[in-house]
């Protein structure tokens, strides 16, 4: 079965920049699409940005467009989320989950998730 495992979440300051990794442990063609979410306890998870592994088509939510970036080397089943000009309301747990299904990447149903990883934006 499917594992994603996240990393390089950490603290840094406004303005500053963190790069994501998002590693799955096979290659599965009927897996669509990777999305990263993130999450503040209390409030809605929300969307922040998907791939999708053939065509390459992307998804930014509006309050990162810009600021990050969503990447995938195929090769090594990786995704990256770069993230630049960081705010404290970037502040989350960062999780990446695997799609199933055709479409846009931003409507598929995320089947399979990683454990997180926090990102904590403060000076």
């Known amino acids: 079965q499917l594992q994603l495992v996240e990393s390089g979440g950490g603290l840094v300051q406004p303005g500053g920049s963190l790069r994501l990794s998002c590693v799955a442990s096979e290659f599965n063609p009927v897996y669509e699409a990777i999305g990263w979410f993130r999450q503040v306890p209390g409030k809605e998870r929300e969307t922040v940005s998907c791939?999708?592994?053939?065509?390459?088509?992307?998804y930014y939510a509006d309050s990162v467009k810009g600021r990050f970036t969503i990447s995938r080397v195929n090769a090594e089943n990786t995704v990256y989320l770069q993230m630049s000009s960081l705010k404290p309301e970037d502040t989350a747990v960062y999780s990446c989950a695997a799609a199933l299904g055709a479409g846009a990447c931003f409507a598929l149903p995320y089947v399979t998730w990683g454990q997180g990883t926090q990102v904590t934006v403060s000076s």
């Open positions: 791939i999708k592994f053939r065509d390459g088509s992307t």
